[in-house]
């Protein structure tokens, strides 16, 4: 009987153990994250230069920094903000071989790669972009009665870069300030400042770990 008894006891801790396995493997917020590469965060980017009469700024994911305007008809940056355009150094905007598209319903920090068959369209025109423009298309919705843009839940920017690697990029906020000194009141805001974070795997992968 007591040898029964071990028996069932032993079978007993063996099953709690797998269980609390399997539950650490499915579970998101245990330590899976520790081997994704770490996220940079840039808060702040002026686009808009009243004194220039200027509304772009160029910026590099691989070097993590404002490019002048100089030089945007190089290789040198990865991506471009205008107004709530965002464009990549590819066809009409830059002589790279930059794409992009636009992830849905995604979480970016746990997001570990892109999707193996990813399609990364590219700056056809000004009217065809690899990142759509308006409300609800790209990576913002435009509240109308406010005239408030917020950048839209779940949204992730894939981009490949202008030497052909890729990165996830994540909106923050439009408006000068991020994260604790924006105004309440829309009409005290400074708009077209960017702040984003994002993530650069140069490996050349579409994987987002170590």
């Not at 071990?6 to 499915?26: E, G, R, Y």
């Not at 081997?35 to 004194?51: H, M």
């Not at 930059?98 to 009217?127: C, H, M, N, Q």
């Amino acid at each position: 009987m007591k040898k029964q008894l071990k028996l069932l006891a032993m079978a007993f801790l063996l099953t709690a153990f797998a269980v609390a396995c399997s539950d650490d493997d499915d579970n998101p917020s245990n330590n899976n994250n520790d081997s994704l590469l770490e996220a940079t965060e840039v808060r702040n980017l002026q686009t808009f230069f009243p004194e220039a009469n200027d509304t772009i700024a160029y910026y590099s994911l691989r070097e993590n920094k404002q490019i002048d305007k100089s030089e945007a008809e190089t290789t040198n940056w990865d991506i471009c903000f205008t107004r709530t355009n965002i464009y990549v150094n590819q066809g009409f905007r830059g002589p790279g071989n930059g794409g992009a598209f636009v992830l849905r319903g995604a979480d970016f920090g746990t997001l570990a790669a892109l999707p193996a068959d990813s399609t990364f369209y590219e700056e056809k025109s000004a009217t065809i972009r690899a990142i759509p423009t308006g409300s609800g298309k790209g990576w913002y919705n435009y509240n109308m009665e406010t005239s408030e843009i917020t950048p839209i839940p779940g949204v992730v920017l894939a981009i490949r870069t202008a030497d052909g690697k890729y990165a996830k990029v994540k909106i923050l906020s439009y408006y000068n300030g991020y994260p604790d000194n924006i105004p309440e009141k829309m009409e005290e805001r400074v708009e077209r400042t960017y702040s984003f974070k994002y993530v650069f795997q140069p490996n050349g992968t579409k994987s987002f770990k170590k």
